[in-house]
């Protein structure tokens, strides 16, 4: 009786409150099944991948093997040079497809290509492309130079760049529009004003583009770094690593592991990776909040 009491004593707005409203229950119903997928098939798989690297002389054995030292410096090359190089060339492509004459908005079609076909088809189109012996490539400097040309995937430095190249063809479009969409949010008066004071094309990117999308570039790149951090496709289908495994980069490190039955250092190159993405993270989330 006394619950009763209570209950007729309590403010109609807050009983109200209390009721789970028809919105609130099915968004509840929607995401169940997604938080019972992501703990199956996420959380499940890399809490075991952390079981099995938990012994310290997997990570002992995993510094020692030279690969090991070759594949983080072909990470960092990535993440700095190519990460950095495709960025610079989407903000440049970017104020060049904001423009409004018909042909542009034609070959902005066929730029965004590349991003928008599967990588398997497109990846190893460019492989046979490099073929030596019979790739479209080599084919076309000999008809015009007469002489052979390089064996592109068989040299680690020629076929690391063309790991990066590949990357950069393959993620530069995503990242171009993202960059058109900063320009565009500009107001235009503020290009005609300047225009208007005899500002250069240099002095308006200066003064206006760049102050306005600088916190988007910046937040950009370092999204790109943790995405590029787990770009398998972009090395793996070109170079499969090789030759000799020296142009694995982490996230292909640990299939040639797999592939020698070593569980253990496929599941420890995996977690020594975390101290690269904990930090981009960390910035990339300080930079979202302010």
Same mark, same amino acid.
Request: glycine residues 4%.
């Given at each position: 009786m006394s619950t009763i009491t209570l209950d007729q004593g309590r403010p109609p707005a807050l009983a109200a409150a209390r009721?789970?409203?028809?919105?609130?229950?099915? #968004?509840?119903?929607?995401?169940?099944?997604? @938080? /019972?997928?992501?703990?199956?098939?996420?959380?499940?798989?890399?809490?075991?991948?952390l079981w099995l690297a938990r012994h310290p002389h997997s990570y002992v054995k995993l510094v020692e093997d030279p690969i090991f030292v070759r594949t983080v410096l072909n990470t960092l090359v990535f993440l700095i040079i190519g990460?950095?190089?495709k960025m610079l060339i989407a903000l440049a492509l970017s104020g060049f497809f904001?423009?409004?004459?018909?042909?542009?908005k034609w070959l902005s079609v066929l730029f965004i290509l590349p991003w928008a076909m599967p990588s398997i088809p497109t990846i190893l189109s460019?492989?046979?492309?490099?073929?030596?012996?019979?790739?479209?490539?080599n084919?076309?400097?000999?008809?015009?130079?007469?002489?052979? #040309?390089?064996?592109?995937?068989?040299?680690? @430095? /020629?076929?690391?760049?063309c790991a990066i190249l590949m990357h950069i063809w393959k993620s530069l479009p995503f990242w171009t529009l993202i960059l058109i969409a900063g320009r565009?949010?500009?107001?235009?008066?503020?290009?005609?004003?300047?225009s208007v004071d005899g500002a250069s094309n240099w002095q308006k990117f200066k003064f206006i583009?760049?102050?306005?999308?600088?916190?988007?570039?910046?937040?950009?790149?370092?999204?790109?770094?943790?995405?590029t951090l787990g770009d398998f496709n972009s090395v793996y289908l070109l170079t499969g690593g090789g030759p000799a495994d020296l142009t694995h980069v982490l996230a292909t490190l640990g299939i040639r592991y797999l592939r020698l039955?070593?569980?253990?250092?496929?599941?420890?190159?995996?977690?020594?990776?975390?101290?690269?993405v904990l930090p981009l993270i960390y910035f990339m989330m300080k930079r979202l909040s302010k």
């Open positions: 009721r789970m409203s028809s919105w609130q229950f099915w #968004g509840l119903v929607l995401v169940v099944p997604y @938080l /019972l997928i992501f703990l199956v098939f996420v959380i499940y798989p890399v809490g075991y991948g990460v950095n190089i904001v423009q409004t004459r018909s042909w542009i460019v492989r046979f492309m490099l073929n030596p012996d019979w790739g479209v490539v084919s076309l400097i000999f008809r015009l130079t007469g002489a052979d #040309g390089p064996n592109w995937l068989n040299d680690p @430095l /020629l076929a690391l760049t565009l949010s500009i107001p235009a008066e503020q290009y005609e004003a300047a583009t760049w102050p306005s999308m600088r916190t988007l570039y910046l937040t950009s790149t370092i999204l790109s770094m943790i995405w039955d070593q569980v253990d250092l496929s599941m420890a190159s995996i977690v020594v990776a975390m101290p690269l």
